[in-house]
């Protein structure tokens, strides 16, 4: 069965520093896709970046890079340069296969930023 | 487009009430999820829809009932509220692609007293 692990529960980290939220997951199927999700206190699910399982390069959104291990079965979030705006929870996510119409959610990380 | 909604923002209930959770999108997306989330936890799948006709049951389906009679609208249906059901639910929608994000709706929080 597909799984989602997130093992930090929360992070602080100064303004400016990079940050790398780790996520691994639990899948038989080879098509799969990974999702990245920041939700601020305000309540909204925001998507963040994608990476599918065939993708050679890993994704990369701005600040915001998927630090895609396959064989370690490991999508890390890396967010360069971090931002106060930055602090939230978020959430790793897979879809299996790659067109299904689920997607489950790991447990989260909150991050919070220190000026 | 107003993408996803959802009404109300905010419910209370008494144990044993029922209600519908509304849920519409306007970007003709296949695929349409409910989730639930407690506090300080990730999302939970209550059931799914592949398009209109069809559903499905997620990870955590007891006491919820869905139905999708058009693509826009996928109600969910708390048949006896429990304070087990107090939470914040989000309806999602997606396209049927490889590589789509869901888009989600901004919640509706609900109260079982």
């Known amino acids: 069965a597909q799984k989602i692990t997130q093992t930090q529960p929360g992070m602080f980290v100064q303004e400016k520093e990079a940050v790398t939220l780790d996520c691994t997951y639990d899948t038989s199927d080879q098509s799969y896709g990974l999702f990245w999700y920041k939700q601020p206190s305000s309540g909204e699910m925001i998507f963040l970046i994608y990476q599918g399982s065939y993708d050679e390069q890993n994704a990369t959104e701005g600040r915001y890079s998927l630090n895609f291990q396959k064989a370690r079965k490991s999508a890390n979030l890396v967010i360069s340069a971090s931002q106060l705006g930055d602090s939230a929870m978020y959430f790793c996510a897979m879809r299996e296969p790659m067109g299904a119409s689920k997607i489950i959610f790991g447990s989260g990380t909150r991050l919070s930023i220190r000026p | 487009n107003a993408g996803v909604t959802q009404t109300p923002k905010f419910q209370v209930l008494k144990t044993g009430q029922s209600m519908t959770l509304q849920c519409a999108q306007d970007m003709n997306h296949e695929y349409m999820s409910w989730y639930r989330q407690d506090p300080g936890m990730g999302l939970r799948l209550i059931h799914y829809s592949v398009g209109a006709g069809i559903t499905d049951q997620g990870e955590v389906p007891n006491g919820y009932n869905v139905s999708r009679s058009t693509t826009e609208d996928f109600p969910l249906r708390l048949l006896s509220a429990a304070p087990s059901q107090t939470s914040v639910y989000f309806c999602?929608?997606?396209?049927?692609?490889?590589?789509?994000?869901?888009?989600f709706g901004p919640g509706t929080r609900l109260l079982v007293l």
């Open positions: 999602a929608s997606s396209r049927r692609l490889a590589g789509e994000t869901q888009y």
